[in-house]
C-alpha cells in the first residue's frame, strides 16, 4: 500500500534554509514528486514537482534520490511569509494520488 | 484567467438537506479534481474528471455524494441528504492533464451541516 509521511511540524528562524521530508512506500516509478503550500483558508498551491535527483525553480528546490523513496523540498532563506502547511504528493502503481498529511511550518523573527 | 472559480464561498445547512456546491475550472484545463479537507482526515481525493468523463470516483465517501460534469466549464458535487460529519472544506482544482501534473485549486467551500 503507498503511502506518503512527512513531519507534522517544523520550526525556524527567519533567513534560514528549511529542509523537509516526506517518505513515500510504494510510489510509482514513473511519475511526478510534486509538493504544494497551503495558506490558512487558501487552497493549495504548486510549489514545485520533479521526477528524480535536483530541480530548482525561483521559489524553492527539490532533492530525489535514486530509489525515490524520499524527496527533500528545501525553501532557502525563509521569510515569516513562508509560514505554511506543505505536502507532498505522489501517485500509487494504481494511478491513485496519494498526498502527505502536511507539515505545518512556523517561521519566528 | 480569474482561476478556478467556486460558488457558494460558506454554506450552512442542516442535516437531511440537500447541498450542491459548484465549480468552474480554468478555461482550457482538461482534468477537474474534487478534494474534502478536514482536521482530521487532511486533503482527501473524492473524485477526478479528464475531458468532463469521470475517471476515478474511488475516494466518493457513499452515495449520498454525487458529482457532475456536463461540461468543459462546470461541475457540481451535490450531497443529498447532507450529514454533520459531511462538514469539511471543499476544494475544486483544474490542471491539464494527469493527476500528477499541477493542479490549479480553487479558494474552497466551507461547509457546515448543523
Known amino acids: 500500500l503507498a503511502k506518503t509521511t512527512q513531519p507534522i511540524s517544523m520550526d525556524s528562524y527567519e533567513g534560514q534554509e528549511v529542509n523537509i521530508t516526506c517518505s513515500h512506500n510504494?510510489?510509482?516509478?514513473?511519475?511526478?514528486i510534486t509538493w504544494y503550500q497551503q495558506f490558512p483558508s487558501q487552497g493549495p498551491r504548486f510549489i514545485i514537482q520533479?521526477?528524480?535527483?535536483?530541480v530548482t525553480n525561483e521559489v524553492a528546490s527539490l532533492f530525489i534520490p535514486a530509489d525515490r523513496k524520499s524527496s527533500t523540498l528545501s525553501l532557502p532563506r525563509v521569510s515569516l511569509s513562508d509560514t505554511a502547511v506543505y505536502y507532498c504528493l505522489g501517485m500509487d502503481s494504481n494511478y491513485q494520488l496519494i498526498w502527505g498529511a502536511g507539515t505545518k511550518l512556523i517561521i519566528k523573527p | 484567467d480569474a482561476g478556478v472559480i467556486q460558488s457558494p464561498r460558506h454554506e450552512v445547512t442542516e442535516m437531511g438537506q440537500e447541498v450542491t456546491l459548484r465549480c468552474k475550472p480554468i478555461s482550457g484545463h482538461n482534468s477537474l479534481f474534487w478534494y474534502r479537507q478536514t482536521m482530521m482526515r487532511g486533503l482527501e481525493l473524492l473524485i477526478y474528471f479528464n475531458n468532463n468523463v469521470p475517471i476515478d470516483d474511488s475516494g466518493m465517501p457513499e452515495d449520498r455524494f454525487s458529482a457532475k460534469m456536463p461540461n468543459a466549464s462546470f461541475s457540481t458535487l451535490k450531497i443529498q441528504p447532507s450529514e454533520p460529519r459531511d462538514s469539511a472544506v471543499y476544494f475544486c482544482?483544474?490542471?491539464?492533464?494527469?493527476?500528477?501534473?499541477?493542479?490549479?485549486f480553487g479558494p474552497g467551500t466551507r461547509l457546515t451541516v448543523l
Open positions: 520533479g521526477y528524480k535527483t535536483k
Open positions: 510504494n510510489i510509482a516509478t514513473n511519475d511526478y
Open positions: 482544482a483544474s490542471g491539464w492533464g494527469l493527476p500528477g501534473d499541477e493542479q490549479f
